[in-house]
């Protein structure tokens, strides 16, 4: 169930970029657009599609686009940061790698997260085991794993625990 | 009209584009010249494509796609470089230092080594570590 899942909506997903790609206008391209995504969706050459962790209820929709807004806020917030850090002459930082847990099981969620992380104000996702993340912070703040979990990941673990947990 | 919105968002993509290569001069080791690689050539990148769509809309669709690949691919990409940094760390610190105040992952590392010479049972030792 969930494998078909995740082959449902990477077909959905690749015929998106297909028809993005070349002219949505014309039938020739839905056609070759339609055997293309259904042929990469079901052949078993590709690893276990891990959208299907996502989950399709309207609240989990409205759940990815509070998420989005959360995540383009952060971007913003960590270009300034990187700017303020950048251009201060006395380079305000306090790099050093801290761990954090995550709650998120699923791969899909997990991923998205890491990378989250990311892009998000002074944090880079150095290596993940299992739920552990290791987290290169450029100012620490905190050093234990609780107190650093709070900080760096609380809102987004949050909102990614909604649509794919 | 469209052309001027357009031409002002490429320019403030272009601008954080530059922060970062700022940034990649500044910065005094390879983790924080990996912050500012990120995240300043992510949203700068993002902003120069947006700009270019709204100066050119029939682009947009494709644009919007690309930024879809930024996004994701950007940072999976300096997670990469951040964990091949940090295991191939002792042969990077002769050539520079990196400045860490803490590293959880070389200690968590280092005590499951121990763990495993210590104890001949793996599995036990990595719960008593966990």
Redesign the interface.
């Known amino acids: 169930m969930k494998d078909l899942k995740g082959r449902a909506a990477r077909f959905v997903l690749l015929l998106g970029?297909w028809l993005?790609?070349t002219d949505a206008r014309k039938p020739d391209e839905w056609i070759a657009g339609i055997v293309v995504a259904l042929l990469a969706a079901v052949l078993p050459l590709f690893p276990r599609p891990v959208l299907g962790d996502l989950k399709l209820s309207p609240k989990a929709l409205f759940g990815m686009i509070a998420y989005a807004a959360v995540f383009m806020k952060a971007?913003?917030m960590?270009?300034l940061?990187?700017?303020f850090?950048?251009?201060h002459p006395k380079?305000p930082?306090?790099?050093?790698?801290?761990?954090i847990r995550t709650r998120l099981v699923t791969p899909l969620g997990r991923l998205l997260l890491?990378?989250s992380i990311?892009?998000t104000?002074?944090t880079?996702?150095?290596?993940t085991k299992g739920d552990?993340f290791?987290i290169?912070w450029?100012n620490?703040a905190e050093?234990d794993v609780g107190a650093a979990t709070k900080a760096i990941v609380g809102e987004f673990e949050k909102r990614l625990e909604v649509f794919c947990g | 009209m469209n052309g001027t919105i357009g031409a002002f968002l490429a320019l403030g993509g272009s601008v954080f584009l530059l922060l970062a290569s700022i940034g990649l001069i500044r910065m005094p080791d390879y983790y924080n010249r990996m912050q500012t690689g990120t995240k300043a050539t992510t949203l700068g990148s993002i902003l120069f494509l947006l700009g270019v769509g709204v100066m050119r809309p029939e682009w947009l669709g494709k644009l919007l796609l690309l930024v879809g690949f930024v996004v994701l691919t950007n940072p999976v990409s300096s997670h990469a470089l951040a964990r091949a940094a940090h295991r191939i760390r002792d042969r990077l610190g002769k050539l520079e230092k990196a400045v860490l105040a803490v590293d959880a992952l070389a200690d968590d590392e280092a005590a499951e080594t121990a763990a495993d010479r210590s104890d001949t049972d793996a599995g036990n030792g990595e719960a008593k570590h966990a």
């Open positions: 970029a993005v790609l971007l913003v960590s270009n940061d990187v700017a850090r950048v251009l380079l930082i306090n790099p050093g790698i801290v761990a890491a990378n990311t892009l104000p002074g880079i996702t150095v290596e552990t290791y290169h450029i620490v050093r």
